[in-house]
């Protein structure tokens, strides 16, 4: 009799913490990308709603603003950005525009991840235009270190757990479970790209120093011959003569950028281009943060095989 009433209390307490949770309601977390989205779900669970503005496949310093993403915005209670200025061409008039003070910049709603990680390619002087869209405060793709995206997450889980002090505990055991996760991810990843350690490559875009570093690969030259700049033919001809000069048969491209230019160079040095995601759901197989990594590690090794079978 004892068990049964037990059973019962049990049952009534979790139904009466889920009708407290439903009256509440989940937390309404808006973030300017895929990637912020994604780690966001791996700690937030079922206490909270998450949106990305950008897309996956999408450039995210060149988001187009929607009619629909200020309403979004408006109704948020936590907006989540990569910051280092990565969306300031589209994300602070939709900050103003939503009339949202919970989400201002400064407002416990609105968090900048970059606070978080290691930040790579720091100008060490002024910046101008003549260098092309260089970023003044360091290069925003610091997600591509797995080091960082476990850094992220639990400054996110911290900040969930500020908004909603009640689910604490349940935030800390969802981050807790992703950086574990992550962990053993993280081993077989090492494991398929030990054999390339210290390859260079090229790239078309500045999106890949703290993968590169995470996996000791040297990123040795660049597309674009400025960031943001077309390649030219000049720069072409150059950056084909330093690649045939130091043995450099693999070049990484953005899905957002057009892979002629990148295709033609590395025909010219007998090597491949493929396409790298920088991002979450680029893809429909990279739907999550691990299996991003999955995706691009893959991808990444089997190029270097296949370049390195083909030059023996």
Do not use: C
């Not at 800390?172 to 992550?182: E, G, H, N, P, T």
Request: no cysteine; hydrophobic share 40%; charged share 20%.
């Amino acid at each position: 009799m004892m068990d049964i009433t037990r059973r019962q209390f049990l049952t009534v307490a979790a139904a009466g913490a889920a009708v407290a949770r439903g009256a509440k309601g989940q937390l309404k977390v808006v973030a300017s990308t895929e990637d912020m989205a994604a780690l966001a779900r791996e700690v937030g669970g079922d206490r909270i709603s998450v949106e990305a503005l950008g897309k996956g496949y999408q450039d995210s310093h060149f988001v187009e603003p929607k009619p629909s993403f200020i309403s979004k915005v408006h109704s948020a209670d936590l907006l989540i950005s990569v910051g280092l200025q990565l969306e300031i061409g589209w994300l602070p008039p939709l900050i103003s525009q939503s009339r949202n003070p919970r989400v201002q910049p400064g407002a416990p709603g609105y968090l900048e991840a970059a606070q978080f990680a290691e930040i790579l390619e720091k100008p060490a002087g002024g910046v101008s235009r003549s260098m092309g869209d260089v970023h003044p405060l360091g290069n925003p793709h610091f997600w591509l270190d797995p080091k960082n995206g476990r850094a992220v997450a639990q400054g996110i889980a911290g900040k969930l757990s500020e908004l909603r002090p009640e689910d604490s505990a349940y935030f800390a055991q969802r981050y807790k479970d992703f950086s574990d996760r992550l962990a053993a991810a993280e081993k077989g990843w090492d494991q398929k790209m030990a054999p390339y350690r210290g390859r260079k490559v090229v790239t078309f875009h500045q999106s890949w120093p703290n993968f590169a570093k995470r996996f000791g690969i040297e990123v040795a030259g660049y597309v674009e011959p400025k960031p943001g700049i077309p390649p030219t033919p000049s720069h072409t001809i150059a950056l084909i003569g330093q690649m045939k000069s130091q043995n450099i048969k693999v070049i990484w491209v953005e899905p957002y950028f057009d892979s002629k230019v990148p295709n033609s160079i590395a025909n010219s040095v007998g090597g491949e281009a493929i396409v790298l995601l920088p991002s979450v759901g680029g893809v429909p197989e990279a739907s999550d943060y691990i299996k991003l990594f999955d995706y691009d590690v893959n991808l990444a090794a089997s190029a270097f095989q296949r370049v390195e079978k083909k030059g023996s």
